[in-house]
């Protein structure tokens, strides 16, 4: 059984322009006098005649922590106050208002077994030293970049195995000089404006999509990122998805160890070769172009698009994105998410790939729309998928979750020891280099 909860309303359509378009509520039903908006469960009803007259709190309910972390982010000019736990009630949840001055709760409940003395304090000094500039860590690092870290910075650290919420972040940050963090904390101008001595930004990753450039820009905080040290590991992953995908490697071994393989059989687990086969590269930066040269070895022939053309050490055909949809059977994406680039996989584009394509992103997940993605690998005209990265991380739609034809990874492409260490040293000396004032081995702003 469905409920809807009915509110008497001014003014239609302002209402209808927060539920739907700022909020992001579909229109259920319009009836004229009465719309009704729909998010997940949620049916709301808004009326201008005199029939309803409730008025009250509407909540929005989240299954994730992060999630209302970044409602918070997407819908914080109407919140009257930030994301907090609630330990009494076990809630973790942030207050709004509508354009009427209806109450909206976005909320999350906590599970039974969380830990809230856990919750209360995540945040550690490691290394007390006053005479070291303060640097807030927002997850530990692997041993040789924590070692770095405490050398040159007194270290702040979230010590617990979860992302800081906002909350925490906005306290952790008042007196730090830099800030270390993951491509998962979502840097914004709050954040900034939270941390008056701020000098550096220095994000754990290549991409820096997590940052706003321009309110960093314009408040004089430098960005820096870790590109190069990640190149050969991430291509190493983009690798491992293709030929578990093209071989079908994942199901075959759930099978096997289900008790399932009864013996050798001519048509058992058929997949996709990859000798004598087209990759197409996406991007033709660092790592598209590591990952193109690893499939030199296997004999395949390499296409790829990217603003213009390259001078590369193998042989790769420059063509346009029509030829490389159309014409790849591993198709592997290699681009930064930028406005340009957001949804550049959508429906046209993936109706143009081949039936037995197989669509790779090692990238960032909005790059590829899943809606799409999902609608293509369910009706099969295409083969297979291999994902690293989501686009509502880590959010992963469970209709994808329950597909066969898809290998789904954790944002794993750059975890071996030695690259995560690397990056973590690039990370620390960036910081230090801005501190110190001479130049970080890679600035962005
Ligand atoms: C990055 O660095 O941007 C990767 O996605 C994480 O290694």
Request: hydrophobic share 40%.
């Amino acid at each position: 059984m469905a409920g809807i909860i009915f509110f008497k309303t001014a003014d239609l359509k302002t209402i209808g322009d927060f539920y739907e378009h700022y909020l992001g509520m579909k229109l259920w039903l319009d009836q004229g006098k009465c719309r009704i908006y729909e998010h997940g469960n949620l049916r709301l009803g808004f009326c201008a005649a005199n029939q309803a007259d409730t008025n009250g709190t509407i909540t929005f309910y989240y299954s994730q922590m992060q999630d209302v972390d970044a409602a918070y982010d997407r819908f914080g000019d109407i919140a009257t106050d930030s994301p907090k736990l609630n330990p009494h009630f076990r809630i973790y949840h942030f207050w709004a208002k509508d354009p009427e001055g209806r109450n909206l709760e976005f909320q999350h409940f906590l599970a039974p077994d969380y830990d809230l003395t856990q919750t209360a304090k995540p945040l550690t000094i490691l290394n007390a030293d006053s005479a070291k500039p303060k640097l807030l860590l927002t997850m530990l690092l692997p041993d040789q970049a924590m070692q770095s870290l405490e050398q040159t910075f007194e270290v702040k650290a979230n010590t617990q195995d979860r992302q800081l919420m906002k909350s925490e972040l906005l306290a952790g940050i008042k007196d730090a000089q830099a800030l270390l963090c993951l491509l998962g904390d979502t840097i914004d101008a709050e954040v900034m404006d939270a941390a008056p001595k701020l000098k550096v930004i220095s994000n754990y990753a290549v991409g820096y999509n997590n940052i706003d450039l321009e309110a960093a820009k314009a408040r004089g905080i430098a960005v820096c990122n870790t590109p190069g040290v990640l190149t050969e590991s991430t291509a190493d992953l983009t690798w491992a998805l293709i030929m578990a995908t093209a071989r079908r490697v994942v199901e075959a071994d759930d099978f096997t160890r289900e008790g399932l393989f009864t013996g050798w059989k001519p048509q058992l687990f058929l997949g996709q070769d990859l000798h004598d086969h087209t990759l197409g590269i996406l991007g033709m930066g660092r790592i598209g172009q590591a990952v193109a040269r690893r499939a030199t070895g296997f004999g395949m022939k390499i296409l790829y698009s990217s603003r213009a053309p390259k001078d590369l050490p193998f042989e790769a055909e420059h063509v346009d994105l029509k030829r490389l949809l159309t014409e790849s059977d591993i198709l592997s994406l290699h681009l930064p998410l930028t406005p340009q680039t957001q949804h550049l996989i959508g429906r046209d584009e993936l109706s143009l790939m081949k039936a037995n394509a197989i669509l790779i992103n090692t990238a960032r997940g909005a790059i590829v729309d899943e809606t799409e993605l999902i609608r293509h690998l369910k009706e099969g005209r295409i083969f297979a998928a291999g994902f690293d990265v989501y686009e509502q991380e880590p959010l992963i739609p469970q209709e994808l979750l329950e597909l066969e034809n898809v290998v789904l990874l954790p944002h794993i492409g750059s975890a071996s020891i030695e690259t995560r260490n690397r990056m973590g040293l690039m990370a620390s000396e960036n910081a230090k280099a801005i501190l110190e004032g001479y130049s970080a081995p890679s600035r962005v702003v």
